[in-house]
C-alpha cells in the first residue's frame, strides 16, 4: 500500500479511536482529552505494542511514524495558535502577578510530581544505560510540557475560557 494512503488509514483509525475512547469518557463525565489519551496509549508501543508488536508493526509500519509524528506536531502547533488567539494582552496587564504565580505553579507542580515518580519507575524501567538524573529530568519535563495543551483542551472543551476561573489561567490570560 502506498504510504500517503496508508497514513491517512492510521489518521482516520487513530480519529476514530480518540472519539470512540473520549465518548465513554464523556458518558462517566471525564473530558474528551482523557479519551484520547487512553486511545493514544492503547495503540501506542505502551499496551498494543507490549501485547501484541507483530500487530502495531501491521497497523503503524516503522516506515510511517516519522509522517504521523510530523502530522501530530503540526496538529499541536495549530491547536497552540488558536488558544494563543483567545489571548487578551489587556487582561494579561492588570493580572500580571496572577499570571506569572499560576504560569510558574502549572510548570513546577506537574514537572516535581514527574520527578517524584521517577523514583518508583526508575529501578523498573530504566537501566544502567541511563542515569538516574537524566531519567527523573525527562520524566518531570515530559509531564510538564504534556499539562499545558491537556489544560488547555480541558478548558475550551468546557467553554472556562470566558470565565473567571479559566481567564485566570495564563492560557487565556
Not at 76 to 104: D, R, W
Amino acid at each position: 500500500m502506498q504510504t500517503a494512503i496508508l497514513v491517512l488509514v492510521q489518521v482516520v483509525f487513530v480519529i476514530a479511536l480518540s472519539r470512540i475512547m473520549g465518548i465513554g469518557c464523556r458518558a462517566i463525565k471525564q473530558p474528551l482529552v482523557i479519551g484520547e489519551i487512553i486511545a493514544g496509549i492503547m495503540l501506542g508501543p505502551s499496551l498494543l505494542g507490549l501485547i501484541s508488536p507483530a500487530t502495531a508493526d501491521l497497523l503503524f509500519p516503522s516506515s510511517t511514524l516519522p509522517f504521523l509524528n510530523v502530522l501530530s506536531e503540526i496538529g499541536l502547533i495549530f491547536f497552540m495558535f488558536l488558544i494563543g488567539l483567545e489571548l487578551n494582552p489587556k487582561y494579561l496587564k492588570s493580572q500580571l502577578n496572577v499570571a506569572i504565580l499560576t504560569s510558574h505553579v502549572s510548570i513546577i507542580v506537574p514537572f516535581s510530581l514527574g520527578s517524584l515518580l521517577a523514583l518508583f519507575f526508575y529501578p523498573l524501567v530504566s537501566n544502567n544505560s541511563v542515569s538516574f538524573t537524566a531519567f527523573a529530568l525527562f520524566l518531570g519535563a515530559a509531564m510538564s510540557i504534556t499539562a499545558f495543551p491537556v489544560l488547555a483542551r480541558i478548558i475550551t472543551e468546557n467553554n472556562l475560557q470566558g470565565t473567571k476561573l479559566g481567564r485566570e489561567h495564563p492560557i487565556f490570560v
